[in-house]
């Protein structure tokens, strides 16, 4: 007769702290976006820069996994696709070269309010406020990390950035409720978003966007950073940790991605590092941290 032993919660501990920095650093990648899309790439492709950041990555990671979708996992994948990677990278390209970073970032990191909010209504969680609250926390602490006096709000980046943001928390609160597919690796369900995303963004990106002229080298290596860093492999780090973590902790991890894009700018195009800067970095790394754990009420009830 076989028994289950539960893990030490020390064991535990070392766990969920190990998966949380490797979750982490899907988010803290995608800070690098912004830096190569506006000095690397060739500017105004926003269709463009998204599928190559998608479809190759993903025939590649098919090929590699040898396994497509079966039954209801052609739909999920499509949908997942589309959400995770499809509709985000455009809307997040198309944010970053409509507005200073700094307000894409800002608007970016609602995120995790909005997965909150999602967990309630899809996967029918109690509503967090422990959680909602260092969210609310976190994007104050990036406005102050990335608002300058210039930041301004042209309407389509906005526009952009918001529904970025509603079209990854999304996707994230799916790929939760839906896990992943029996013997399917946590790259192998990223290869399949991304050739779903290519293969949709393929014929509006040829015909509205075209083939960017002047594509040099940098451009080039730029193009390959996105696909197969800040692509498939965060992506299969991100789908891993989504799987093992609480939703909206996991959410909260990708303030990284505006906090990391200004320490670029800071180290690269020589940006002051003020005070309320640095107060800043301070608030949105303390939700970051406190968001993944449970409020000292949840706890109680747990005990």
Known sequence: MSTTTTPAPEAATASRVGWTTLTAIAPAVGGTTYFVTTHLLPPGHPLFA????????????LLLARR??????????????????GAFF???????????GGVAATLGAAQPIVVAF????????????WRVAWGVVGVLGVALVVLGPDAGLD????????????????????????G???GVSAFGLAGRQL????????????AIDGVPEGIDGQAVAGYLWLGLIGGLLTYGFWFAGIRRLPVTGTALLGLLSP???????????GEALTLVRLAGFAFALTAMVAGQLASKKKKNTLS
């Open 50 to 61: 998204a599928l190559m950041r998608s479809l190759p990555a993903g025939v590649i990671a």
């Open 68 to 85: 497509l979708p079966s039954g209801s996992w052609w739909s999920k994948s499509a949908v997942l696709g589309v959400l995770n990677t």
């Open 90 to 100: 455009p809307l997040l390209f198309l944010a970053a070269q409509h507005l200073p």
């Open 118 to 129: 999602l967990a309630v209504a899809i996967l029918h969680e109690r509503l967090s406020p």
């Open 155 to 178: 309407p389509l980046g906005v526009l952009a950035g918001l529904g970025g943001a509603a079209s990854m928390a999304t996707g994230v609160v799916l790929t939760k409720r839906w």
């Open 180 to 182: 992943r597919p029996e």
């Open 195 to 206: 050739t779903t995303a290519g293969l949709v963004l393929l014929v509006p990106a040829l």
């Open 259 to 269: 906090l990391v894009a200004a320490i670029l700018g800071a180290a690269i195009a």
